[in-house]
């Protein structure tokens, strides 16, 4: 790992909880975990992460792996 990626895995609100918060069992689960990443100061940049790693488990950025892939979809679409 680079040192801004440890950087902003350092900084997460996440940063020290129990990881099974993040990576709910169903989709409807993840409101426990979205809260949390609501008030982290590094929420983007753990999305940009999950996003270019196409994470397919648990909740990073504020988005479970539904979310981002749509996320994914729109930003593939022409402008």
């Known amino acids: ?3 801004p990626e440890i ?3 350092q900084r997460g609100a996440c940063h020290g909880l129990d990881p ?5 069992d169903s989709e409807e689960n993840a ?3 979205k809260s949390i990443c609501a008030i982290c100061s590094v929420r ?3 999305l940009e992460h999950a996003l270019s790693s196409r994470e397919k ?3 990073w950025g504020g988005t479970t792996d539904k979310e ?3 996320i994914i979809r729109q930003r593939r ?3």
């Not at 099974?20 to 709910?24: A, D, G, L």
């Open 1 to 3: 790992m680079s040192g």
């Open 7 to 9: 950087s902003w895995r």
């Open 20 to 24: 099974s918060i993040f990576f709910p």
């Open 31 to 33: 409101e426990e975990a």
């Open 44 to 46: 983007i940049s753990c």
């Open 57 to 59: 488990d648990g909740v």
């Open 68 to 70: 981002r892939r749509r």
């Open 77 to 79: 679409r022409p402008a």
